[in-house]
């Protein structure tokens, strides 16, 4: 069975860039799946912020994408996620999710879910 890890500071200052890295066991990144990033601000709903694809195709939401960028490192097995210039409003639980759907908006649109990193945006 798949497992899905995030890992990551838990707290930034604004302007900074947020560094997060799922290492997945159980399972290659390069299946063929989408493995997605996805986040939940507090008091929100769940906001798919991209994913890559086991061939190593790259995604993104149309509203993150100028400050997002997602790679990968298949000797490791593990995808990254990296968001520029962070704002208390990228304050959420961030989660690394593996399914055969692009896009994920809730919980059914993915199989395999890491357990979440809170990460808290504050001066």
């Known amino acids: 069975q798949v497992q899905l890890q995030e890992s990551g500071p838990g707290l930034l200052k604004p302007s900074q860039t947020l560094s997060l890295t799922c290492t997945v066991s159980?399972?290659?990144?390069?299946?063929?799946?989408?493995w997605g990033w996805i986040r939940q601000p507090p008091g929100k709903g769940l906001e798919w912020m991209g994913a890559?694809?086991?061939?190593?195709?790259?995604y993104y939401s149309p509203s993150l994408k100028s400050r997002t960028s997602i790679s990968r490192d298949t000797s490791k097995n593990q995808f990254t996620l990296q968001v520029r210039s962070v704002t208390p409003g990228d304050t959420a639980v961030y989660y690394c999710?593996?399914?055969?759907?692009?896009?994920?908006?809730?919980?059914?649109?993915?199989?395999?879910w890491g357990q979440g990193i809170q990460v808290y945006v504050s001066s």
């Open positions: 999710a593996r399914g055969e759907n692009l896009e994920v908006r809730a919980t059914t649109d993915a199989d395999d």
């Open positions: 159980g399972g290659s990144i390069t299946d063929y799946y989408f």
């Open positions: 890559i694809t086991g061939s190593g195709s790259i």
